[in-house]
């Protein structure tokens, strides 16, 4: 339903000049009377993006910190929302950055306040974001933890069948249950393999209770890249079978933090093959009264499956927490062949399991479904294709990992097709003003750009410090700089490098705060509040905001160049000079996004912590041209 406009429209204007001066009353009277800053660049970003409005055009938006992003691009796409009728997408990163963007003392909430404007906002998160009923049960009875009962009892009324339908609320976001670990949570959230269409309490799953609730969003939905490119993938095959695209068309698209969307576009077409999970299925199914032919092809599929992933481990190589390179010798291909052909007999035999009813219908369903994402799965595996995989291990659980090398021409036919008005926002888009990097990894060729400055003086706020170290000096180094008590983000590249700094400073550091303890949004807050002085990170290099004195210190603990896996190893195979055109210019972004954590208002202040070992030191002159102001150099004594 449309709602009301923002501003008065006539027969003498179009939407398009009513809207241009809307957006300049706004920023330059109507906000700065209500004490925001008129910012010069924020109000050029506006009027881009209502350029690319009329022109339904992509606009790449690069706005420095401070800018004021949020405010430039909420402002035209409420009220495109409202002309068109359908509400805009604002993507995010990540989760995290979505609970920044609504939190109460967010920009959302400010500017509906100061313009006195009811901003429908709804969220629609991925769906591992949610709690899953069955998975719940089932780790109720498996386990004797009592996170998986608690969360059970916190369950509302209407979920249990004791109240009408008609009091149901949305409920079971992973942020309702900030005390609980991502390793806990992985237990009983949503996983691909449940089969939500034929799920008997799906009425009543909070997954479903959101979805239908975003969906009637009037103004702004916003979620995430992952889930918006899981939406693109998915559109035509949930209409096939009856189902609703997981988002509703909609006006416009921000991507905030743009330059993150190829990577989520490639996890979004990932597929992952598990050796426990198909095993667990199998035996799930394994009923009594199951037909002997069934039986049969269920056992020599799962003797098989062992073999191939045995084979799989020996012809794996890389270290734990790393993506391992694959070695396809001939006999790891035929294993993988003659469980392709064992799965497509099991699939014929499961029709006539169906018509006998012997295997209840949910399970039977969510097996099948597996059992054709196996088999498709390991035929790219085991094909001449130009995917990328790669083998992938936590806790003693072997994964295989088959991934498009790249995903521009698919986005070009999916996304970039449309006439749809398209916003990338972010700090980091360009390297020295060249979009080249972002344009080729999404393959956009028609599009308009800006690039503005921060407004900050960051000469009086800011200090950034480059220590020379030697080899193994990195960790005592930053306990020593912790001993200076301030609020200190710690940023590291990967969580395998977060775990070996834990690692090394022992268990006695009790104010260090560590991602994945409990909910990360939770921990953002305690933060925030000083509850936490120190938090250690390998997802927050973008999105977070802690301004004031909550935030003045950010040690990055390594320059962040993208591993050296299969993923990035078959780019850089593709790239005349893979350094230069792969290597460098992600490392580049990501260190420019980390060090923007520190300066979010004019207010703010700190320093920024760079400790360099080995053949990092090399890098010093190079990092040292994406800052705004002349680092320092340190070195220990």
């Known amino acids: 339903m449309k709602r009301k406009m923002p501003f008065s429209l006539s027969k003498e204007k179009s939407f398009y000049e009513s809207l241009n001066d809307w957006i300049g009353d706004t920023l330059y009277d109507d906000l700065t009377e209500k004490g925001f800053e008129c910012r010069d660049e924020q109000i050029y970003m506006a009027f881009q993006i209502e350029k690319a409005l009329k022109e339904k055009k992509i606009l790449l938006a690069e706005a420095g910190v401070g800018t004021g992003k949020t405010i430039a691009y909420l402002l035209p796409a409420i009220a495109y929302a409202r002309y068109t009728g359908k509400p805009a997408l604002i993507s995010c990163a990540d989760e995290t950055l979505i609970d920044q963007l609504v939190k109460e003392e967010g920009d959302i909430k400010k500017i509906s306040d100061a313009l006195q404007i009811d901003i429908d ?48 609320s949305p409920y079971g976001e992973r942020s309702d249950y900030p005390d609980i670990n991502d390793d806990q949570w992985k237990t009983i959230n949503f996983h691909p393999i449940q089969q939500c269409a034929a799920c008997d309490v799906r009425n009543r799953c909070g997954q479903t209770i959101h979805r239908n609730h975003y969906r009637d969003a009037a103004d702004v939905i916003i979620c995430s890249h992952d889930f918006y490119m899981e939406h693109i993938w998915t559109k035509e095959s949930r209409k096939r079978q009856g189902q609703l695209p997981l988002l509703p068309d909609v006006s416009m698209i921000v991507f905030d933090e743009g330059h993150l969307l190829e990577y989520s576009a490639q996890r979004a077409l990932t597929y992952e093959v598990q050796n426990n999970t198909l095993l667990n299925l199998l035996e799930r199914i394994s009923v009594d009264g199951i037909r002997e032919e069934t039986l049969v092809l269920m056992e020599r599929l799962i003797d098989v499956h062992e073999e191939f992933f045995r084979q799989l481990r020996l012809n794996s190589k890389g270290n734990a927490e790393e993506r391992k390179a694959i070695k396809k010798t001939s006999d790891l291909l035929s294993i993988g062949k003659e469980a392709i052909a064992i799965s497509t007999a099991l699939l014929e035999e499961f029709v006539f399991e169906g018509e006998l009813y012997i295997i209840p219908e949910y399970d039977l369903t969510m097996v099948e479904e597996y059992l054709e994402q196996y088999i498709f799965s390991m035929d790219l595996f085991t094909s001449e294709s130009d995917a990328v995989d790669w083998a992938e291990e936590a806790e003693g659980e072997l994964t295989l990992i088959i991934m498009p090398r790249l995903v521009t021409d698919i986005l070009k036919e999916k996304l970039f097709s449309s006439k749809l008005p398209i916003v990338f926002s972010s700090a980091t888009l360009s390297v020295g003003q060249d979009f080249t990097y972002l344009l080729d990894s999404l393959g956009i060729d028609d599009f308009l750009s800006l690039s503005v400055e921060s407004p900050f003086d960051y000469e009086e ?26 609020q200190t983000l710690i940023l590291f590249k990967s969580e395998q490098s977060m775990k070996e700094f834990k690692e090394k400073i022992g268990d006695g550091q009790k104010e260090i705060a560590f991602e994945g303890e409990r909910e990360l949004s ?44 299969p993923l990035f190893d078959a780019r850089r195979k593709h790239a005349e000079h893979p350094f230069k055109e792969v290597d460098l210019p992600f490392m580049l972004l990501r260190l420019r996004q980390g060090a923007g954590r520190l300066i979010r208002t004019s207010d703010d202040y700190g320093s920024i912590h760079i400790p360099l070992e080995g053949q990092d030191k090399e890098m010093k002159d190079v990092i040292s041209g994406i800052f705004p102001v002349k680092i320092q150099t340190t070195i220990k004594k």
């Not at 020379?468 to 912790?482: Q, R």
């Not at 990170?537 to 050296?564: C, K, M």
């Open 461 to 486: 706020v800011m200090d950034v410090i480059v220590a020379d170290l030697e080899e193994g000096e990195k960790a005592d180094y930053v306990l020593d700089l912790l001993k200076e008590k301030e």
């Open 522 to 565: 939770s921990m953002i807050r305690d933060f925030q509040s000083k509850d936490i002085s120190v938090l250690c990170s390998y997802h927050l290099w973008e999105g977070l905001d802690v301004p004031n004195d909550a935030l003045t210190r950010v040690i990055i603990y390594d320059l962040p160049f993208p591993p050296q896996d």
């Open 121 to 168: 906002v709804r969220l629609a998160k991925a769906r591992d974001q949610y709690l899953c009923l069955k998975r719940l049960e089932d780790a109720v009875d498996a386990t004797s933890e009592e996170y998986a009962e608690n969360v059970q009892s916190s369950l509302p009324d209407f979920v249990r069948g004791n109240l009408s339908m008609q009091s149901i």
